[in-house]
Nanobody, 120 residues
């Protein structure tokens, strides 16, 4: 079965850092672009960061550019989100997403999320 599991969330003070991880199983990880989304109370889910299947290209929401870095390790089936200079408005549930690339049928998978709370 396909599974995406996020971990590394928690409570951090403004200006602090967290590193989120997502481990994947049940599909060919290296054929999938990966991304992180977040959803805060009262707000719609938004794309935070994305990375291509081989890790050659990334993109970020304007609100996190210069602070967050997405990366992946295809040998370990892992994707990461390094979050620095955290702000209270970064508080949200962060979700891992996978979408396949190539010529075949398109598939998309979601993790259940990990809570990040930025507060003093």
């Amino acid at each position: 079965q396909v599974q995406l599991v996020e971990f590394g969330g928690g409570l951090v003070q403004p200006g602090g850092s967290l590193r989120l991880s997502c481990t994947a199983s049940g599909f060919t990880f290296s054929s999938y672009a990966m991304s992180w989304y977040r959803q805060a109370p009262g707000k719609e889910r938004e794309l935070v960061a994305a990375i291509t299947s081989a890790g050659g290209s990334t993109n970020y929401a304007d609100s996190v550019k210069g602070r967050f870095t997405i990366s992946r390790d295809n040998a370990l089936n892992m994707v990461y989100l390094q979050m620095n200079s955290l702000k209270p408005e970064d508080t949200a549930v962060y979700l891992c997403n996978a979408i396949n690339t190539g010529w075949g049928t398109r598939y998309q998978y979601w993790g259940r999320g990990t809570q990040v709370t930025v507060s003093s």
